[in-house]
């Protein structure tokens, strides 16, 4: 069965530095989303992508964050200078269409130290 | 702007007792309405996917209700188990585009 697969699992990082969250969405899909979790915190999305370009975003989703479609498969997730408050689950999602479910990948826990 | 709403935030039901929730949503240009469940270090997990005026859909013990006409969404779960325990999450697509906009969830919390 077709999966949404993160790499990596776990990253932790400095403060201060660059991440890249990595993505492979399901491959006939043409929606791609970001969000993330702290813990015990609610979901928040981030940004959602389409046609090679963010279509919507939050108010989170700053100059801090960028997302990337590089190579056709891979979607990414960078995050500049990255902060403690950074530190959360992050999740991406694909759908194939905005009315067909959304099938997420099972996360990257980002912890900034 | 569309706006996805659920109420209420948080949820506290003991072990066997049934329970629902609420998804609000515009009803006007309405394409789907989906339903998440989301368990706390796992990743979310489709329930449903309506797009009919009164379509009911059920799996298992959950079930969920829609009523376009008036823009909402019920979420039913019938004799809650502790698995139960988890945030639900309905969304809509914004338009014809179809980006989701999601609500903030229900936390559902199970007492034993």
Redesign the interface.
Known sequence: EPEVTQTPSHQVTQMGQEVILRCVPISNHL?F?WYR?ILGQ??E?LV?F?NNEI??KSEIFDDQFSVERPDGSNFTLKIRSTKLEDSA?Y?C?S?A???????????TRLTVV | ILNVEQSPQSLHVQEGDSTNFTCSFPSSNFYALHWYRWETAKSPEALFVMTLNGDEKKKGRISATLNTKEGYSYLYIKGSQPEDSATYLCASPLDSNYQLIWGAGTKLIIKP
Request: hydrophobic share 30%; glycine share 12%.
């Open positions: 929606y989303y979790q609610k979901v999305f959602s389409y279509s919507e689950m999740f999602a759908s269409y905005g009315n067909t479910e959304a099938f997420f990948g099972q996360g």
